[in-house]
Antibody, heavy 122, light 107 residues
Framework: QVQLQESGPGLVKSSETLSLTCTVSGGSVNSGSHYWGWLRQPPGKGLEWIGHIYYSGSTNYRPSLRSRVTISVDTSKNQVSLRLSAVTAADTAMYYC??????????????WGQGILVAVSS | DIQMTQSPSSLSASVGDRVTITCRASQSINNYLNWYQQKPGKAPNLLIQAASSLQSGVPPRFSGSGSGTDFTLTISSLQPEDFATYFCQQSSSSPYTFGQGTKLEIK
């Protein structure tokens, strides 16, 4: 059973860079069965896919965020990282690490971390 | 982007009721449609993948159907633990998008 745990600062200043880490247990980021990615949910709102990365390094980002987002993987630590630059109040959200299955029909997000709330302050 | 529209956005029902939530895609997504349940303060939990396949461990009172652009999630007999928010999500093409959610409340 894959388990995901997000970590990072809960408060980021406007215009600075948000950096989060997802530590994977019970599975390997080298697994070919999943992409490893990030989603977010502003308070009281719906879910938004940010992007994901395959163990090969191949990435796929949400077009509206592409200029500000970097997702990377550290195979030695079994971790996935998110960097989002030039943040504004609109980036305040619960951020989730999740796996995107390439083997399960429908390609769902099948494993999720508990989430980490990140607020952007002015 | 493919737009996912859920209806209703909220629903009041009683324990034992049968409820149906619909999700419509702005273009055909074949069966690349997944359903999630989210309880307050928790991460979403996958219920159904590929429109109609029940995720392991999910009670059989949950079912999904549809293909193309129109999909439904049905709960055959509501239980107290089913009161939550439900989201549909398409994985047909990037960016992968979600419906706005349906909040299921106790009547």
């Amino acid at each position: 059973q894959v388990q995901l745990q997000e970590s990072g600062p809960g408060l980021v200043k406007s215009s600075e860079t948000l950096s989060l880490t997802c530590t994977v247990s019970g599975g390997s980021v080298n697994s070919g069965s999943h992409y490893w990615g990030w989603l977010r949910q502003p308070p009281g709102k719906g879910l938004e896919w940010i992007g994901h990365i395959y163990y090969s390094g191949s990435t796929n980002y949400r077009p509206s965020l592409r200029s500000r987002v970097t997702i990377s993987v550290d195979t030695s630590k079994n971790q996935v990282s998110l960097r989002l630059s030039a943040v504004t109040a609109a980036d305040t959200a619960m951020y989730y690490c999740a796996t995107w299955s390439v083997v399960v029909p429908g390609n769902p997000f099948d494993y999720w971390g508990q989430g980490i709330l990140v607020a952007v302050s002015s | 982007d493919i737009q996912m529209t859920q209806s209703p956005s909220s629903l009041s029902a009683s324990v034992g009721d049968r409820v149906t939530i619909t999700c419509r895609a702005s273009q055909s997504i074949n069966n690349y449609l997944n359903w999630y349940q989210q309880k307050p303060g928790k991460a979403p939990n996958l219920l159904i993948q590929a429109a109609s396949s029940l995720q392991s461990g999910v009670p059989p009172r949950f079912s999904g159907s549809g293909s193309g652009t129109d999909f439904t999630l049905t709960i055959s007999s509501l239980q107290p633990e089913d009161f939550a928010t439900y989201f549909c999500q398409q994985s047909s093409s990037s960016p992968y998008t979600f419906g706005q959610g349906t909040k299921l409340e106790i009547k």
